[in-house]
Protein backbone atom coordinates (compact mmCIF):
# COMPACT_ATOMS: atom_id res chain seq x y z
CA UNK A 1 0.00 0.00 0.00
CA UNK A 2 1.07 3.72 -0.88
CA UNK A 3 0.63 6.48 1.01
CA UNK A 4 0.15 9.56 -1.28
CA UNK A 5 0.08 12.81 -0.40
CA UNK A 6 0.51 12.82 3.12
CA UNK A 7 -0.15 16.31 4.59
CA UNK A 8 -0.53 15.51 8.27
CA UNK A 9 0.37 13.10 10.85
CA UNK A 10 -1.13 9.62 10.29
CA UNK A 11 -2.13 6.88 11.97
CA UNK A 12 -2.87 2.93 10.76
CA UNK A 13 -3.03 -0.67 11.39
CA UNK A 14 -2.88 -4.09 9.63
CA UNK A 15 -5.47 -6.43 9.86
CA UNK A 16 -5.71 -10.26 8.57
CA UNK A 17 -7.67 -13.45 9.71
CA UNK A 18 -9.14 -11.64 12.72
CA UNK A 19 -5.58 -10.72 13.58
CA UNK A 20 -4.64 -6.96 14.43
CA UNK A 21 -1.70 -5.54 14.59
CA UNK A 22 -0.46 -2.77 16.70
CA UNK A 23 -0.98 1.00 15.55
CA UNK A 24 1.39 2.76 13.56
CA UNK A 25 2.14 6.41 12.86
CA UNK A 26 3.46 8.32 10.00
CA UNK A 27 4.59 11.56 11.30
CA UNK A 28 5.05 14.42 8.64
CA UNK A 29 7.74 17.24 9.27
CA UNK A 30 6.58 20.04 7.89
CA UNK A 31 9.29 22.21 5.84
CA UNK A 32 10.15 25.77 6.34
CA UNK A 33 9.58 27.81 3.12
CA UNK A 34 9.37 31.32 2.48
CA UNK A 35 5.88 32.64 1.02
CA UNK A 36 7.25 36.36 0.35
CA UNK A 37 10.21 37.81 -0.26
CA UNK A 38 10.64 41.77 0.03
CA UNK A 39 13.70 43.99 0.10
CA UNK A 40 13.14 47.96 1.27
CA UNK A 41 15.69 50.08 -0.22
CA UNK A 42 16.12 53.49 2.02
CA UNK A 43 19.12 55.05 -0.01
CA UNK A 44 21.27 57.90 1.55
CA UNK A 45 19.98 61.72 2.15
CA UNK A 46 22.49 63.00 0.18
CA UNK A 47 22.18 61.27 -3.19
CA UNK A 48 18.87 62.41 -3.64
CA UNK A 49 17.49 58.84 -4.55
CA UNK A 50 14.03 57.63 -4.32
CA UNK A 51 13.74 54.96 -2.30
CA UNK A 52 12.58 51.58 -3.13
CA UNK A 53 11.43 48.42 -2.65
CA UNK A 54 12.21 44.80 -4.38
CA UNK A 55 9.65 41.99 -4.38
CA UNK A 56 11.11 38.56 -4.82
CA UNK A 57 14.67 38.59 -5.09
CA UNK A 58 17.68 39.55 -2.44
CA UNK A 59 19.72 40.80 -5.26
CA UNK A 60 20.31 44.71 -5.40
CA UNK A 61 22.65 47.64 -7.14
CA UNK A 62 22.73 50.31 -4.36
CA UNK A 63 24.58 53.23 -3.35
CA UNK A 64 27.14 53.19 -0.62
CA UNK A 65 25.17 53.42 3.10
CA UNK A 66 21.63 52.18 1.91
CA UNK A 67 19.62 51.11 4.21
CA UNK A 68 18.31 47.30 3.65
CA UNK A 69 15.71 45.85 5.55
CA UNK A 70 14.26 42.17 4.66
CA UNK A 71 10.71 41.35 5.06
CA UNK A 72 10.12 37.81 4.89
CA UNK A 73 6.84 36.00 5.10
CA UNK A 74 6.74 32.09 6.32
CA UNK A 75 5.51 29.03 6.83
CA UNK A 76 6.44 26.41 9.37
CA UNK A 77 9.31 28.52 10.57
CA UNK A 78 11.24 29.20 13.52
CA UNK A 79 13.96 30.88 12.54
CA UNK A 80 15.96 32.39 10.07
CA UNK A 81 19.54 33.65 9.51
CA UNK A 82 21.36 35.93 6.97
CA UNK A 83 24.61 34.72 6.58
CA UNK A 84 27.16 37.74 5.60
CA UNK A 85 30.51 37.03 4.81
CA UNK A 86 31.84 35.63 8.45
CA UNK A 87 28.51 36.81 10.80
CA UNK A 88 25.20 35.81 10.95
CA UNK A 89 22.42 38.17 11.65
CA UNK A 90 19.25 36.42 13.34
CA UNK A 91 15.65 37.94 11.74
CA UNK A 92 13.08 39.27 14.58
CA UNK A 93 10.53 37.24 14.20
CA UNK A 94 6.34 38.58 14.34
CA UNK A 95 3.99 35.41 13.85
CA UNK A 96 4.93 33.98 10.51
CA UNK A 97 6.92 37.24 9.16
CA UNK A 98 10.58 38.03 10.14
CA UNK A 99 12.17 41.32 9.84
CA UNK A 100 15.93 42.31 9.91
CA UNK A 101 17.35 45.66 8.59
CA UNK A 102 21.16 46.12 8.06
CA UNK A 103 23.27 49.27 6.67
CA UNK A 104 25.41 48.27 3.83
CA UNK A 105 28.87 49.53 2.92
CA UNK A 106 30.26 46.90 0.53
CA UNK A 107 29.40 44.50 -1.70
CA UNK A 108 28.81 40.94 -0.32
CA UNK A 109 27.33 37.70 -1.52
CA UNK A 110 24.85 36.46 1.22
CA UNK A 111 22.23 33.93 2.45
CA UNK A 112 19.07 33.97 3.80
CA UNK A 113 18.47 30.03 6.14
CA UNK A 114 15.57 28.97 7.43
CA UNK A 115 15.12 26.59 10.33
CA UNK A 116 12.52 25.10 12.41
CA UNK A 117 12.27 22.40 15.39
CA UNK A 118 12.55 19.66 13.08
CA UNK A 119 14.91 20.76 10.04
CA UNK A 120 18.12 22.41 11.23
CA UNK A 121 19.14 25.35 8.19
CA UNK A 122 16.94 23.13 5.82
CA UNK A 123 16.64 25.50 3.02
CA UNK A 124 19.46 28.13 2.31
CA UNK A 125 18.70 30.95 -1.04
CA UNK A 126 21.94 32.77 -2.20
CA UNK A 127 21.64 36.67 -3.16
CA UNK A 128 24.50 39.50 -4.42
CA UNK A 129 24.69 42.94 -3.15
CA UNK A 130 26.48 45.10 -5.75
CA UNK A 131 27.46 48.89 -3.93
CA UNK A 132 28.45 51.90 -5.87
CA UNK A 133 31.31 53.27 -3.77
CA UNK A 134 30.66 57.09 -3.37
CA UNK A 135 33.72 58.57 -5.83
CA UNK A 136 36.28 61.56 -4.52
CA UNK A 137 35.36 64.95 -6.36
CA UNK A 138 38.18 65.83 -8.55
CA UNK A 139 39.74 70.10 -9.13
CA UNK A 140 42.05 71.35 -11.74
CA UNK A 141 43.73 74.50 -11.70
CA UNK A 142 45.31 76.77 -14.52
CA UNK A 143 47.63 79.53 -13.13
CA UNK A 144 48.42 82.80 -15.94
CA UNK A 145 50.21 85.96 -14.39
CA UNK A 146 49.51 89.60 -15.33
CA UNK A 147 52.65 90.75 -17.77
CA UNK A 148 51.85 94.55 -16.35
CA UNK A 149 51.87 93.61 -12.78
CA UNK A 150 53.66 90.49 -11.72
CA UNK A 151 51.74 90.78 -8.20
CA UNK A 152 48.00 89.25 -9.64
CA UNK A 153 47.75 86.12 -10.63
CA UNK A 154 44.95 84.38 -12.24
CA UNK A 155 43.45 81.40 -11.67
CA UNK A 156 40.67 79.15 -13.67
CA UNK A 157 39.14 75.75 -12.19
CA UNK A 158 36.93 73.32 -12.69
CA UNK A 159 35.44 71.00 -10.46
CA UNK A 160 33.48 67.72 -10.59
CA UNK A 161 31.70 65.46 -8.30
CA UNK A 162 29.62 62.19 -8.86
CA UNK A 163 26.54 63.34 -7.02
CA UNK A 164 26.56 67.30 -5.50
CA UNK A 165 28.87 69.63 -4.58
CA UNK A 166 28.85 71.68 -1.35
CA UNK A 167 32.00 73.81 -0.98
CA UNK A 168 34.80 75.49 -3.11
CA UNK A 169 37.59 77.13 -0.79
CA UNK A 170 40.99 78.50 -0.84
CA UNK A 171 43.69 77.52 1.99
CA UNK A 172 46.68 79.67 2.16
CA UNK A 173 49.37 79.66 5.34
CA UNK A 174 52.86 81.64 6.14
CA UNK A 175 55.15 78.69 5.10
CA UNK A 176 56.98 79.89 8.40
CA UNK A 177 54.09 78.72 10.27
CA UNK A 178 52.00 75.68 8.27
CA UNK A 179 50.27 75.49 11.77
CA UNK A 180 48.26 78.89 10.64
CA UNK A 181 46.10 77.97 8.27
CA UNK A 182 43.57 80.26 7.07
CA UNK A 183 40.50 79.46 4.55
CA UNK A 184 38.20 82.09 2.03
CA UNK A 185 35.08 80.01 0.23
CA UNK A 186 34.68 80.97 -3.09
CA UNK A 187 31.46 80.75 -5.20
CA UNK A 188 30.97 78.49 -7.89
CA UNK A 189 27.56 78.25 -9.84
CA UNK A 190 26.48 74.30 -10.25
CA UNK A 191 25.55 70.84 -8.96
CA UNK A 192 28.06 68.36 -9.83
CA UNK A 193 29.90 70.11 -12.32
CA UNK A 194 31.36 74.04 -12.12
CA UNK A 195 34.10 76.05 -13.02
CA UNK A 196 35.11 78.67 -11.05
CA UNK A 197 37.95 82.28 -11.74
CA UNK A 198 39.87 83.64 -8.94
CA UNK A 199 41.93 86.42 -9.14
CA UNK A 200 45.21 86.10 -6.04
CA UNK A 201 45.19 87.76 -3.52
CA UNK A 202 42.30 89.59 -4.29
CA UNK A 203 41.33 90.85 -0.87
CA UNK A 204 43.05 88.18 1.17
CA UNK A 205 45.28 89.64 4.33
CA UNK A 206 48.64 88.58 3.37
CA UNK A 207 51.66 90.57 5.25
CA UNK A 208 54.19 91.90 2.94
CA UNK A 209 57.95 89.85 2.62
CA UNK A 210 56.32 86.74 3.88
CA UNK A 211 56.67 84.00 1.56
CA UNK A 212 52.52 82.39 1.15
CA UNK A 213 51.66 78.87 0.15
CA UNK A 214 48.28 78.75 -1.11
CA UNK A 215 45.90 75.44 -2.66
CA UNK A 216 42.06 75.72 -3.68
CA UNK A 217 40.34 72.95 -2.37
CA UNK A 218 36.52 71.31 -3.44
CA UNK A 219 33.89 69.27 -0.73
CA UNK A 220 31.40 66.80 -1.96
CA UNK A 221 28.13 65.83 -0.34
CA UNK A 222 29.16 62.26 0.94
CA UNK A 223 27.27 62.92 4.37
CA UNK A 224 28.28 59.30 4.79
CA UNK A 225 32.50 59.34 4.78
CA UNK A 226 31.87 62.78 6.67
CA UNK A 227 32.33 65.11 3.33
CA UNK A 228 35.26 64.17 1.12
CA UNK A 229 37.04 67.26 -0.14
CA UNK A 230 39.96 66.91 -3.22
CA UNK A 231 42.68 69.77 -3.13
CA UNK A 232 44.61 71.10 -6.19
CA UNK A 233 48.61 71.76 -6.55
CA UNK A 234 49.85 73.66 -4.18
CA UNK A 235 51.43 77.55 -5.53
CA UNK A 236 53.29 79.42 -3.81
CA UNK A 237 53.42 83.85 -3.19
CA UNK A 238 55.22 86.44 -1.55
CA UNK A 239 53.78 89.92 -1.79
CA UNK A 240 57.08 92.55 -2.50
CA UNK A 241 57.65 94.79 0.82
CA UNK A 242 57.79 99.00 0.08
CA UNK A 243 61.38 99.07 -0.56
CA UNK A 244 60.93 95.53 -2.56
CA UNK A 245 58.37 97.75 -4.80
CA UNK A 246 60.70 100.78 -5.11
CA UNK A 247 64.11 98.89 -5.68
CA UNK A 248 61.46 96.74 -8.43
CA UNK A 249 60.29 99.89 -9.79
CA UNK A 250 63.98 101.26 -10.17
CA UNK A 251 65.14 98.08 -11.97
CA UNK A 252 62.27 98.73 -14.56
CA UNK A 253 62.78 102.83 -14.89
CA UNK A 254 66.84 101.66 -15.39
CA UNK A 255 65.32 98.77 -17.97
CA UNK A 256 63.57 101.25 -19.61
CA UNK A 257 66.32 103.66 -20.49
CA UNK A 258 68.91 101.24 -20.79
CA UNK A 259 65.79 100.53 -24.22
CA UNK A 260 65.65 103.65 -24.80
CA UNK A 261 69.29 104.37 -25.08
CA UNK A 262 69.72 101.46 -27.56
CA UNK A 263 66.62 102.62 -29.97
CA UNK A 264 68.01 105.77 -30.34
CA UNK A 265 71.70 104.03 -31.25
CA UNK A 266 69.90 102.35 -33.66
CA UNK A 267 68.24 105.49 -35.09
CA UNK A 268 71.27 106.88 -35.98
CA UNK A 269 72.44 103.69 -37.59
CA UNK A 270 69.70 103.96 -39.84
CA UNK A 271 70.49 107.69 -40.12
CA UNK A 272 73.57 107.07 -41.21
CA UNK A 273 72.89 104.40 -43.48
CA UNK A 274 70.24 106.50 -45.05
CA UNK A 275 73.03 109.62 -45.61
CA UNK A 276 75.17 106.50 -47.35
CA UNK A 277 72.32 105.88 -50.03
CA UNK A 278 71.37 109.12 -50.69
CA UNK A 279 74.92 109.94 -51.37
CA UNK A 280 75.45 107.23 -53.28
CA UNK A 281 71.93 107.91 -55.47
CA UNK A 282 73.80 111.50 -56.47
CA UNK A 283 76.97 110.13 -57.59
CA UNK A 284 75.40 107.75 -59.92
CA UNK A 285 73.24 108.82 -62.63
CA UNK A 286 72.06 105.50 -63.34
CA UNK A 287 71.09 102.94 -60.68
CA UNK A 288 71.10 99.10 -61.40
CA UNK A 289 69.42 96.42 -60.05
CA UNK A 290 71.41 95.78 -57.56
CA UNK A 291 71.52 99.44 -56.34
CA UNK A 292 67.68 99.49 -56.87
Not at 167 to 185: A, G, S
Not at 262 to 275: A, F
Request: no cysteine; glycine share 2%; hydrophobic share 30%.
Amino acid sequence: YTFTRIKKNTQFYLTSNEVTSRPYEIRVTQVPTLVDFKMYLDYPAYINQTDEVIAGTGNATIPEGTNVKWQLMTNATDEVKLSLSDSLYDFSKQDNEFLLKKRIFSSSDYAVVTSNAALKDYEKLYYSLKVIKDQFPTITVKKKEDSTDVDIHYFKGTITDDHAITNLQIVYYPIRDREQVMTKKLPFNGKDYAEFYYQFPNDLNLEKGVPYEFYFQVTDNDAVHNYKSKKSEVFGYQLLTEKEEKEKNLNNQENAIEGMSESLKEMKESNEQMKQLDQSQREKKQLNYQDK
